[in-house]
């Protein structure tokens, strides 16, 4: 089974919302990934959790918390955003094995997020 | 930070016709990966380069890892349809931070006509 599910599938919130994205793998990966994404652009790497703890933060907006409950889920919660941050949010999960990261990445579906 | 150089940036074939695109870069890698996007999903891995030279199929999909470990290329044979989306190659730079980060390079837009 390599597929990653990431609810909701669409979103839309005002720039004083507080929202969650989730996403779920179930492949036994110990990392996960959030990106976002830009029409017609490559994805653009947020956060990696390794072993349920954040090993990498690539000088995201603190209106992007993120959260890893457990090896198997990873939330985003979003707090005032801007419209800028309209975009498709990509979760994706990767095995790691003595430490060491395999690059192969599997993608969810995305989350649509727009902000009005 | 390492940038990949994908191209081309769009391609508009007949279907039936074969198309290649490629990826290069100024800097070694160590992995190479391709991907395809459709209109609302995520991206799908379609390919994954591990070795200097290397040449991989799946199914009408061919790709190499270019000697220099510089470049990858990626070939669709027998183009049909439902090959139409956004693919893109990703890798591993040779002198990069580990924790499994990619470099991605920009797309090439692939439309079919039937």
């Known amino acids: 089974d390599t597929e990653v599910t990431q609810t909701p599938k669409h979103l839309v919130m005002g720039m004083t919302n507080k929202k969650s994205l989730k996403c779920e793998q179930h492949?036994?990966?110990?990392?996960m990934y959030w990106y976002k994404q830009k029409a017609k652009k490559p994805p653009e790497l947020m956060f990696v959790?390794?072993?349920?703890?954040?090993?990498i933060n690539e000088s995201v907006p603190s209106r992007f918390s993120p959260e890893c409950p457990n090896s198997s889920l990873l939330n985003l919660h979003l707090h005032a955003l801007q419209p800028e941050d309209s975009a498709l949010y990509l979760c994706?999960?990767?095995?790691?094995?003595?430490?060491?990261?395999?690059?192969?990445?599997?993608f969810g579906p995305g989350t649509r997020l727009t902000v009005t | 930070g390492q940038q990949l150089n994908q191209s081309p940036q769009s391609m508009f074939i007949q279907e039936g016709e074969d198309v290649s695109m490629n990826c290069t870069s100024s800097?070694?890698?160590?992995?190479w990966l391709w991907y395809k996007q459709d209109p609302g999903e995520g991206p799908v891995l379609l390919i994954a380069?591990?070795?200097?030279?290397e040449l991989t199929s799946n199914g009408r999909l061919t790709a190499q890892f270019g000697i220099t470990r510089k470049d990858s290329f990626l070939n669709i044979s027998a183009s049909i349809p439902s090959d139409v989306g956004i693919y893109f190659c990703?890798?591993?730079?040779?002198?990069?931070?580990?924790?499994?980060?990619?470099?991605f390079g920009q797309g090439t837009i692939l439309t079919v006509h039937p």
């Open positions: 800097s070694i890698f160590n992995t």
């Open positions: 990703a890798g591993q730079h040779a002198g990069g931070t580990s924790y499994g980060k990619l470099t």
């Open positions: 959790y390794s072993y349920e703890k954040l090993s």
């Open positions: 994706a999960s990767s095995q790691v094995d003595l430490g060491v990261f395999s690059y192969e990445q599997y």
């Open positions: 492949m036994g990966h110990r990392a």
């Open positions: 380069l591990y070795k200097a030279g």
